[in-house]
Antibody, heavy 115, light 108 residues
Framework: EEQLVESGGNLIQPGGSLRLSCGVS????????MSWVRQAPGKGLEWVSV???????DYADAVKGRFTISRDNSKNTLFLQMNSLRVDDTAVYFC?????????WGQGTTVIVSS | EIVLTQSPGTLSLSPGERATLSCGAS???????LAWYQHKPGQAPSLVIY???TRGSGVPERFSGSGSGTDFTLTISRLEPEDFAVYYC?????????FGQGTKVEIK
């Protein structure tokens, strides 16, 4: 069964850093495009970043230069390194497999940026 | 950036009724790279429709998608209790991938 499990969410002060993880089972993260999507409190879904199977990456303008997506093929895990966090980065962060569309999703991990 | 606008914001219907959700794009979406997702509070979003009209794996036949270019529709032929949720459209034609603001389908 294909499954994604996020972890690493926490309460963090503005300007801080956090690394999210997404453990993948049932398929190889290295052979698939993978993404992060977030949902701020009371808001809709917002695409954050993608890493392609070939290693290329792309980011939403809101996080470009602050967030870095990566993967560890040996651990079959996806990561999101978040630096210079802002209050408006507060959200539930979901990882998802990309088949053009997002076909498999995790349950999400909560990041709260507050002083 | 392609902006997606969903209507209505909220749809109040009874089980057994038909639901029609709309998604309009600010520019034409090529190859019908348009998906619909169902999202319930505290749960992972789930894929309903991709390619504008293809049901995701395990999605019941009462869900159908249609449209092309800039106008797309998700139809639920007869609402079941488990269908009450928020639905988002999403385009994957061009970066940045964008979502609509969502339509909440609530029990009347």
């Amino acid at each position: 069964e294909e499954q994604l499990v996020e972890s690493g969410g926490n309460l963090i002060q503005p300007g801080g850093s956090l690394r999210l993880s997404c453990g993948v089972s049932g398929f190889a993260v290295s052979y698939n495009d993978m993404s992060w999507v977030r949902q701020a409190p009371g808001k809709g879904l917002e695409w954050v970043s993608v890493i392609y199977s070939g290693g290329g990456t792309d980011y939403a303008d809101a996080v470009k230069g602050r967030f870095t997506i990566s993967r560890d093929n040996s651990k079959n895990t996806l990561f999101l390194q978040m630096n210079s966090l802002r209050v408006d980065d507060t959200a539930v962060y979901f990882c998802a497999r990309v088949e053009g569309h997002f076909d498999v999703w995790g349950q999400g991990t909560t990041v709260i940026v507050s002083s | 950036e392609i902006v997606l606008t969903q209507s209505p914001g909220t749809l109040s219907l009874s089980p057994g009724e038909r639901a029609t959700l709309s998604c309009g794009a600010s520019q034409s979406i090529s190859s019908n790279y348009l998906a619909w997702y169902q999202h319930k509070p505290g749960q992972a979003p789930s894929l309903v429709i991709y390619g504008a009209s293809t049901r995701g794996s395990g999605v019941p036949e009462r869900f159908s998608g249609s449209g092309s270019g800039t106008d797309f529709t998700l139809t639920i032929s007869r609402l079941e209790p488990e269908d009450f949720a928020v639905y988002y459209c999403q385009q994957y034609d061009s970066s940045p991938w964008t979502f609509g603001q969502g339509t909440k389908v609530e029990i009347k």
